[in-house]
């Protein structure tokens, strides 16, 4: 959430930076100046009605009198003063509330180093790591190959629950097994993260905390009647740990989770309509940092390169990319985008968003640290990304390293943890 006060006192800088990610942002402040008309309007009747109360408190204590009719006279007129205050102060409380749910609904500020653009037609390319493999055979979608070797079923998985589901079988559920294990130890051993298993569900709070929540409601999966939600990533659970919370340790304080996730909208794209892109249930592995401000960009370089060090282990080609201003998240502040190489699409596929969310969340999740003994709390900068997202490292693994005989090969880093060095029939 922006800063109420500076978008009550600076509106035009906030509506020239929310510009830049295109005119629905710019538009999400309409409904905030009436508002703050509103609350500007009440503030300056309750400071009068109090200083009225407060001149006529001294007269009717100056009073000689106090049996005349003129001290029982004004003596009423300041219960009614009184009164009238009170019902002031509980319009100006409807409206500070109407401003924050007004503000929940405002994206974050695209940082200055964000590009400019309204699409990903303008995100910028960073980096490139590996070279996109030349076959001398027509290499399979991860979906036919995956079938072929019997290690993934959608048919049965529709049976269960309906399309945008998978059953991994034998080799291939080992395969996302190994996975996991081996970005946790990685992430664990040697970045140094500490490893979290949070609750799979969530409440309201939690979601509001890390931006899904009110504008992404129709996108989760809601459980009634406990008013809970699947959690679309380990970020809201993760994130949320430290809410309504002041961090006394020293920053950065750096977790990673292992969370299945559920996304309600994987259904509504047109494209990706087949295998394991675009899924309602996929396995995540998820960096979450809390940084000081003045070192949160930096610490969003250092958890790129984290995240970047998986895909380099697995031998799989990828680029980093800035997504520009209009492609970012609600919450980000600034994104880089891991794009993985797909032998089936001849492409780049995001495989993992780091995100810098500066104070964003924190102002929504009351998240604040000490910046040393006896000083005042400051809001913290959280950080995110993933690192990595299993299934498409499964599917982009099986396309990258299969072999003209229909095997997949297993990168020397994952075979310890597959417990081979081919994967077949």
Not at 128 to 137: A, K
Not at 146 to 156: A, C, Q, S
Not at 198 to 215: C, D
Request: net charge neutral; glycine share 6%; proline share 6%.
């Amino acid at each position: 959430m922006l800063d109420a006060k500076l978008v009550v006192e600076n509106p035009e800088p906030i509506l020239r930076a929310l510009a830049r990610r295109g005119p629905a942002a710019a538009a999400s402040l309409d409904g905030i100046q009436p508002v703050v008309a509103r609350r500007r309007t009440l503030l300056r009747q309750t400071e009068d009605r109090r200083a009225q109360l407060k001149t006529a408190s001294k007269n009717l204590g100056a009073f000689r009198d106090k049996a005349s009719p003129e001290f029982a006279a004004l003596r009423e007129k300041l219960r009614a003063d009184g009164d009238e205050i009170k019902a002031l102060e509980a319009q100006l409380a409807e409206v500070e509330a109407e401003l924050e749910r007004q503000l929940l609904r405002v994206p974050n500020l695209p940082h200055e180093s964000v590009p400019e653009g309204a699409d990903s037609a303008a995100n910028r390319v960073e980096r490139v790591w590996g070279e996109p493999r030349s076959f001398d055979f027509e290499p399979q979608a991860h979906w036919d190959l995956g079938v072929k070797l019997g290690i993934v079923d959608f048919e049965r998985a529709a049976k269960l629950a309906g399309p945008r589901f998978a059953v991994l079988l034998g080799a291939g559920a080992r395969l996302e097994r190994a996975l996991i294990q081996f970005m946790l130890d990685v992430h664990v051993r040697e970045h140094g993260y500490t490893e979290m298993m949070p609750p799979y569900l969530v409440n309201r709070s939690a979601m509001t905390g890390t931006g899904q929540l009110p504008k992404f409601e129709e996108d989760l999966f809601h459980v009634e009647p406990q008013d809970l939600f699947l959690v679309p990533t380990a970020e809201v659970p993760v994130t949320n740990f430290h809410a309504d919370e002041v961090i006394e340790g020293p920053l950065p304080v750096k977790y990673v989770a292992f969370t299945p996730c559920f996304r309600a909208e994987a259904g509504s794209y047109g494209k990706d309509v087949r295998g394991l892109v675009r899924q309602h249930q996929f396995h995540k592995v998820e960096l979450v940092k809390f940084a000081e401000p003045e070192r949160s960009f930096e610490e969003l370089e250092s958890l790129t390169r984290d995240a970047e060090e998986i895909l380099r282990r697995l031998e799989l080609p990828y680029r980093v990319v800035t997504l520009c201003a209009g492609d970012l998240g609600f919450s980000a502040t600034k994104t880089y985008d891991l794009e993985v190489w797909l032998p089936s699409q001849r492409t780049y596929r995001e495989i993992s968003s780091c995100s810098n969310f500066g104070d964003f969340q924190a102002r929504r999740a009351k998240i604040r640290y000490r910046p040393g003994k006896g000083e005042k709390p400051r809001l913290v900068h959280t950080l995110n990304g993933s690192g990595l997202a299993v299934g498409r490292t499964w599917l982009a693994l099986l396309e990258n390293h299969q072999q003209a005989d229909g095997s997949v090969r297993i990168p020397k880093a994952l075979q310890p943890y597959f417990g081979g060095e081919v994967l077949a029939r």
